[in-house]
Structures are given as C-alpha cells and as structure tokens.
C-alpha cells in the first residue's frame, strides 16, 4: 500500500467511524419503532443484572425483537431490569425466578444467557434442544467440555448461537481488519493482547446467610456446594475456579479474540493458512499482587504457538494491578508485521509503519447494540452470526481455558485440535470439566 493510499484510508476510515460511532449512541438512547408483530422475534432473558441488564435494555431497544420474559433468582435485579424493558419498548415482560420456564415457553423465539459463566451451559443446551436460538455472553462456558457440549446441542438442532464478544460486530474492528486485509502489515508471525486496567482487592469477608429471597442452592447450580459469600455471589464470583475463569476469560476473551482475527486476516492477505486452535500453550503466572480471597492470577503471560510452516505466535498479558496503559490502551490487541503493525483499543485502532509513524486510524465505541442486531438478522436469515459460537466463540474461549489450565499445571500444553484434549497430561485433562456436575445440574445430553 503506498503511502498515499494509506493517507486515503486514514481520512475516510475516520470520518466514516465518526459517523457511525454517533449513530451507535443515538441507537444506544433511543429506542427504534419497532417492526410489526408479526415480524418481531420474540425474547427470553435469562438474568437482569450486570451485562444481563445491558442486554435486557439492548434487546428491548431493537426494531426486530420483543423482550417478553426475564428470569433472574433475585428479585433485587428482576424488578429493575423489567421495568427498563417496559420503560423502553413500552410493555412490561412477565417476571420469572426460574430460567427454564422461559425454555418451556413455546411462544419464546430466543434465548439471552447473561449469567455468570457457570450459569451459561445449561440453558443454553436447554434452549438449543428446545429448538430455540440463543445468545449466551462470554467465555461460551465455565470449561471446555462444556463449551463442546453447547456446540453438539448447536449443531443437532441446527440453531444460531451468538456468542457475546461484542467487539466483532463493531465498524471499529470491522474496519482495522479492512485494514490488516490490505496487506499493509506486509508478513505477521506475531500478535498479542493485553489487560493493564488496574482493579481492586475484594478482601476477606466472611461466609453468611444468603440475601432474602434468594434460591442460592439453584444459584450454585452445578458448581460444590460450599457456604454464600459476597464475593462468590454478583460481580466477584469471576475470581473464583467454581464459577468463573477469571481475567483471562472476564475480560481477555475480547483481547485474544480480536487479535487472533487480525492475525488471521493478515494471513489471508499473504495467502497463508488460517490458524485456529493453538498446538502448544504455556503460561506463567498467579495471584501474585492482591492479599485477598481471589484464587485466578493477577499477574500472568501466556504464550500460544500455531502450527505452521512457519509459525505463527500469539502472546498475553494480564497486569490488572497496573495503573498506566500499553501501546495507549489500557487493554488492547496487536499484530506485528515486517512493514508495520496495528493497536486495536475499545474506542479506536492506529496502524504504523516505518519508524513508529501514524499511517492509518479508526474509532468507534463497542457497544453491544450491533452485535445483538447481528444476532437477530441472522435468526431470521440462519446465516452465521459474527460471533458464531462453533467457528469463532469456542475457538476464543479455549484460548483461555487452555492459559487458564497452564498457568495452573506449571507447564506446556500440547494441544489436539479435534478433540480438545491436553496430549498426554492426565492432571490438564481433569481441568477440562469438573470432577461432577452437582445434581440436578448435571449437563444435558444431546
């Protein structure tokens, strides 16, 4: 790309983000007209608070969709989030403390799974065999057994899932992949993400009763049985091995994502191979910063080679203890050419060239509000979303389980493609799932 035609692509990407992004924040406070009835997909949300109730309002804002149900076990997050839905689409949704009565609803067209991560496989296997489509946020699942389970249910049932990295359907990463595909990077063997925003200790308070009215036993779900804590319970369970997968999959999952898209969009501008699952995984790292109950790292670097000839490296970095940026952005994705390389940020990407200089750049927020209209036009067209759970989701969630397992198991991983299992390592073998799903909560068959 000569540098003119760069110059050229730096103006029209910018005005044209600009544009958008203010098209993005109209969407964003004001609701569209909705389509007719008839054309309307009909919604079940499971969960009201946290990025559930951004959903709930995101849903409830689109043209094409109804939300006419919300389940959530605690009335403190079910009362708002109905009354968001009902303030923005101009009726009220039934309210529910039990998700699988959405599932059993045969007017019900979608399923949205906000719940914590591991809340998200069982509905949506549930929906799925329900003949329901669903979008599920991310990581696809506390494990990966769970996550190829949810994709077995995907693909007898022939449903669209939607997993919620939301970042995909953004013109912001729209456009630096546009970018990448130019060639304009020249040869890539490396990439990387990264997590610098610093975050807080949640201390040590001790065990207690659970809020009134709420079901906690339903809400551990699957995970041991073990006394209600408030940080295992909203917001701070992410820190904890029994129900989340940490930074590495809170926040991470958006970063490895994003840069293993641009890395293989700038493989299909050299006609090389896409890369897909990692071959071999190593990861230091550990809870090296905060004192507190937290158990997943702090402090972490994993390192993902893909087979190739050659191959083809993709690095990250957690130091969510830090209170400065990286490369500019706080939490950020690169890729690393002989010509150049590319920062992708959550409001805006610059690409570079020669001796550090600004060649190309874009903007655009990153909120969800694309990705859920994706979600909805591919429902209607059975079309793949952007985030496919099958080809991209998963794909991006196992890169975090498999850091998440190395860091854990002090060792490389080597990875089969097919079967998702660690070659060789029975210990790694055993963190791909739980030693039991708790009853009842066992996992669906399918």
């Excluded at 949506?124 to 996550?147: F, M, Q, R, S, W």
């Excluded at 990387?192 to 551990?220: F, H, N, V």
Aim: proline share 6%; with cysteine.
């Amino acid at each position: 790309m000569s540098h003119l035609s760069r110059r050229t692509f730096l103006h029209s990407s910018t005005t044209g983000m600009t544009a958008l992004a203010g098209a993005g924040l109209l969407a964003a406070e004001e609701p569209a007209k909705k389509q007719n009835a008839s054309e309307r997909i009909r919604v079940g949300c499971v969960g009201g608070g946290g990025r559930a109730g951004s959903l709930v309002r995101s849903f409830s804002r689109s043209s094409q969709a109804d939300v006419v149900a919300i389940a959530d076990l605690d009335p403190q997050r079910l009362a708002p989030a109905l009354e968001a839905a009902e303030s923005i689409q101009g009726h009220r949704p039934r309210g529910e403390k039990d998700f699988r009565k959405l599932i059993d609803d045969p007017e019900i067209d979608a399923i949205v799974v906000g719940t914590p991560d591991h809340w998200h496989a069982i509905p949506t296997i549930l929906a799925c065999l329900a003949g329901k489509d669903v979008y599920v946020e991310k990581p696809d699942a506390h494990n990966i057994i769970e996550g190829r389970r949810m994709i077995a249910a995907m693909r007898k049932h022939k449903r669209i899932v939607q997993m919620g990295s939301q970042h995909r359907s953004t013109e912001r990463l729209q456009s630096a992949l546009e970018y990448i595909r130019s060639g304009a990077l020249g040869r890539c063997l490396v990439a990387k993400a990264w997590e610098s925003s610093r975050q807080g200790s949640i201390g040590y308070p001790k065990d207690r009763e659970p809020p009134e009215g709420i079901d906690y036993d339903m809400w551990l779900g699957s995970a041991p049985k073990q006394p209600f804590n408030p940080n295992r319970f909203h917001g701070r369970w992410r820190w904890f091995y029994d129900f989340g997968t940490g930074d590495l999959g809170n926040d991470g999952v958006h970063r490895l994502d994003m840069a293993l898209a641009g890395l293989n969009a700038a493989l299909e501008a050299e006609g090389a191979p896409q890369v897909g699952l990692p071959q071999r995984t190593s990861a230091v790292g550990g809870k090296w910063y905060f004192d507190d109950m937290q158990e997943w790292p702090d402090t972490m670097q994993v390192n993902y080679q893909f087979a190739g000839e050659p191959p083809r490296i993709l690095t990250y970095e957690m130091r969510v203890w830090a209170p400065y940026s990286y490369h500019g952005h706080s939490e950020g994705s690169a890729v690393y050419g002989d010509q150049g390389y590319i920062i992708i940020g959550n409001s805006n990407w610059q690409a570079y060239a020669g001796k550090n200089e600004l060649v190309a750049e874009g903007s655009g927020d990153s909120h969800e509000g694309p990705h859920v209209e994706n979600f909805l036009d591919c429902i209607k067209t059975r079309e793949k979303p952007y985030c496919d759970l099958e080809t991209v989701g998963h794909r991006a969630s196992v890169l975090c389980h498999a850091g998440n397992i190395a860091s854990r198991v002090g060792r490389t991983l080597v990875l089969d493609p097919e079967s998702e299992e660690f070659i060789g390592d029975e210990e790694a073998n055993a963190l791909r799932g739980r030693p039991e799903w708790r009853k009842p909560w066992t996992l669906p068959e399918v």
